[in-house]
C-alpha cells in the first residue's frame, strides 16, 4: 500500500555492544530522512569475442546509510553529539534531577555506534546497527529552529519489530541563541554576544570501512582526522570579522542556546553550548545587491588548542542522567 512519508517511523538507539542492535531510546521527529540499504556491484571484464563491455555483475558489498535532518530537541541530540564526538561526561548540577552532559573529542578511531530503526508506514521495518556518523552539521539561523543534519553509515538492514514511542522534549529556537568571540577560551564566558544571523558548524569524521575476505559486508566503520569547519553571516555593521581573516588571528567561538521558556528541575533551563578553542577564518566577503543592507560572510576552520588540550566541546543540559 502507498504510503505517505510523513508516516514513516525513525529511531537511534547507543549500542551497548558494537555492532549488535539495540532497542531504539528515541523515536526522532525529522524533517527529512533517506536511510536505506546500499549495495556496491562490481561488474566483470573477461572477454566473451563480443565488443560489449561486460557480460555480468555481482554485489560486492552490502551497507547502509543515508542522511537524517530535523530540529534539535534536548535529549535525544546528546545521542548525536556522542556518535559525532565520542565521549561523555555526565554530572548532576546542583539543581536536582538536572545533568550537564560534556561532549568532547574521543582520540580513537573507534566512535560509540548507533542503531537506527526506520518503519515505513506498515510496509517494512528495518534496523541498522553498526551506525556511525559520517558528517554532522549544526545550523543555527535567526526566526528558525535550530537544526541538525548527521550523514549516516551502517551495517545492512534486517527485519525488527520496536513499537515507535515519542516522548516529550525542548527545542531551540533562534531567539535563544548568542554567538560569542574571545582571544581564548578561558575569556569567552566574559565576551560580549555579537550580532549574527546565520552560523553553521560542520563536523567531517573521514569514515573508511574496514573491509574483509569473506564476508560482503564491511567488519566496521572507523573514523580517521575529524575535521571542523563553519561559516558566519552577518550584516555589514563594522570590518571585524574581515579583519579577523586578513590578519590571520586566532580566536575562541562559542555557541550558546539556552530555552529560557522552559524550566526543568526547580530554576534551569535546557541548554546546549558548543565551544570552539580556537578557530581561524577564511574566505572574508562583502555582498549585497544595491537594494540589499551589505552582509559579510566568513569562513572558519576550528583546530586542536594545546593550551586547552581540546578543540571542540559540546555541553547539553538536561533531565536525562546518562548517555
Do not use: C
Request: aromatic residues 8%; negative net charge.
Amino acid at each position: 500500500m502507498e504510503t505517505l512519508k510523513r508516516k514513516f517511523n525513525i529511531g537511534i538507539g547507543k549500542e551497548t555492544s558494537r555492532g549488535t542492535a539495540i532497542t531504539p531510546a528515541y523515536w526522532l521527529k525529522p524533517l527529512s530522512e533517506d536511510i536505506n540499504d546500499k549495495i556496491e556491484v562490481i561488474a566483470s571484464e573477461r572477454a566473451v569475442g563480443v565488443i560489449e563491455d561486460s557480460e555480468d555483475q555481482e554485489i560486492s558489498k552490502k551497507l547502509s546509510g543515508g542522511t537524517i535532518s530535523g530540529e534539535v530537541f534536548d535529549k535525544s541530540f546528546g545521542l548525536f553529539l556522542l556518535a559525532t564526538l565520542g565521549n561523555v561526561t555526565s554530572t548532576e548540577s546542583a539543581d536536582s534531577g538536572v545533568y550537564d552532559h560534556v561532549f568532547e573529542v574521543l582520540q580513537s578511531a573507534k566512535h560509540p555506534t548507533l542503531t537506527v530503526e526506520v518503519k515505513r508506514g506498515d510496509n517494512e521495518q528495518k534496523a541498522y546497527a553498526n551506525s556511525v556518523i559520517e558528517n554532522f552539521k549544526i545550523n543555527a539561523v535567526a526566526k528558525d529552529y535550530l537544526k541538525f543534519e548527521a550523514v549516516i553509515r551502517g551495517k545492512a538492514g534486517f527485519a525488527s519489530t520496536s513499537i515507535p514511542a515519542y516522548i516529550t522534549e525542548n527545542y531551540f529556537l533562534g531567539k535563544d541563541i548568542s554567538i560569542k568571540l574571545a582571544d581564548d577560551l578561558s575569556g569567552i564566558g566574559g565576551a560580549s554576544a555579537i550580532d549574527v544571523q546565520n552560523v553553521e558548524i560542520n563536523v567531517n569524521k573521514n569514515i573508511e570501512d574496514d573491509d574483509k575476505l569473506g564476508s560482503v559486508e564491511p567488519n566496521d566503520f572507523l573514523n580517521k582526522q575529524l575535521a571542523i569547519e563553519g561559516n558566519i553571516e552577518m550584516l555589514f555593521k563594522n570590518t571585524d570579522l574581515l579583519d579577523y581573516a586578513l590578519n590571520g588571528n586566532k580566536k575562541a567561538m562559542r555557541l550558546e542556546i539556552v530555552n529560557s521558556g522552559i524550566t526543568i528541575g526547580a530554576s534551569s533551563n535546557p541548554k546546549l553550548v558548543v565551544d570552539l578553542a580556537k578557530i581561524k577564518f577564511k574566505e572574508p566577503l562583502v555582498a549585497g545587491d544595491n537594494n540589499e543592507i551589505a552582509k559579510v560572510t566568513v569562513g572558519f576552520k576550528a583546530f586542536y588548542s594545546a593550551s586547552d588540550a581540546k578543540s571542540m566541546v559540546a555541553t547539553l543540559t538536561n533531565e536525562v542522567s546518562n548517555y
